[in-house]
């Protein structure tokens, strides 16, 4: 399955049991199908932080939630989303360069 159809399925459920919803949480899970519907991972510029800042929250409270919800942490779920997306582009731009594409996603270097 498809890394981004896998986690926007996990949030477009309210929290597990025995969670705690609230007005923050309901906003981390929206800021954070945004952020995986729109691709707003392919931006190797934005941080965490600065993403936490746009849902009025924190680091720790987004990676709190993704851990609740999906069991992982947050660069592991942002390096699935971006190698998922690298993988559909090979397939579909045979004649693309793969640095072209790594660069597309926010994969700038061999490390990532």
Not at 75 to 101: C, F, T
Request: glycine share 6%.
């Amino acid at each position: 399955m498809n890394a981004r159809i896998h986690y926007l399925s996990i949030l477009k459920d309210p929290l597990p049991q025995n969670t705690q919803p609230s007005k923050l949480s309901e906003n981390i899970r929206t800021g954070l199908r945004d952020w995986i519907l729109f691709r707003e991972y392919w931006n190797p510029n934005d941080s965490m932080e600065e993403f936490a800042v746009k849902l009025g929250a924190t680091k720790d409270e987004i990676a709190s939630y993704l851990r609740v919800c999906t069991g992982r942490k947050s660069l592991a779920i942002r390096k699935e989303l971006r190698i998922s997306d690298a993988q559909e582009l090979v397939v579909h731009n045979p004649g693309m360069a793969v640095y072209e594409i790594g660069r597309m996603v926010g994969i700038n270097d061999k490390s990532n």
